[in-house]
């Protein structure tokens, strides 16, 4: 709910395009996840899930996304993870957006716990999640179109700080996945 109203708001005020930081997102809920991409995509699928005996179901863009035109580019590094790699994955795969960055965590597994008469568990895999476009990420993360890595000692600029620069500032900065993101965006792709 507050990203639709966020993407509202922005659209109102005449934004060009939309960078959506995923940096050092360790993800959330599948439920938030699909809700998230559907924001951005019109049709076909935020994602697919494979089962143990190797079937895959898909999962749907929910209808009524609000930021369908915007351009945009994701931000994405090793902390962005589980939901975060759901998202950009199927905004990528789809083309709605170039990724920018450094290759995901690689979570893509659903893990069901089992709890053992000793009072303690087990977590075991039991469903892949897979992009759009039937690429597994466990393991392996989501690679960047765009590879971008920060200077060393260097975080990403947060949008707390980022909202109080002017652009002179802003340029000035030394996060050169964000510089990167501005400079596609600006550059129309």
Not at 45 to 50: E, P, R, S
Not at 112 to 135: V, Y
Not at 147 to 160: G, K, Q, T
Request: net charge negative; aromatic share 4%.
């Amino acid at each position: 709910d507050d990203l639709i109203q966020s993407l509202q708001e922005i659209e109102q005020q005449g934004a060009k395009g939309i960078i959506l930081d995923l940096r050092n997102n360790p993800g959330g809920l599948l439920d938030e996840a699909i809700g998230v991409a559907s924001q951005f995509l019109s049709q076909g699928n935020v994602m697919l899930m494979k089962d143990a005996q190797g079937n895959t179901t898909p999962l749907p863009v929910e209808k009524g996304g609000v930021a369908l035109e915007l351009p945009m580019v994701v931000l994405i590094n090793q902390g962005s993870a589980s939901a975060a790699e759901i998202v950009s994955g199927a905004l990528r795969d789809q083309g709605r957006a170039e990724l920018v960055g450094e290759t995901t965590f690689g979570t893509g597994t659903v893990l069901n716990e089992f709890r053992l008469s000793d009072g303690s568990g087990l977590l075991l895999a039991t469903q892949e999640w897979l992009t759009p476009d039937g690429t597994s990420f466990w393991h392996k993360g989501i690679d960047p179109d765009v590879e971008v890595s920060l200077p060393e000692n260097v975080a990403p600029l947060l949008p707390e700080a980022a909202q109080s620069m002017d652009a002179q500032a802003l340029q000035q900065s030394q996060d050169t996945q964000l510089l990167k993101a501005i400079e596609l965006l600006q550059q129309g792709k």
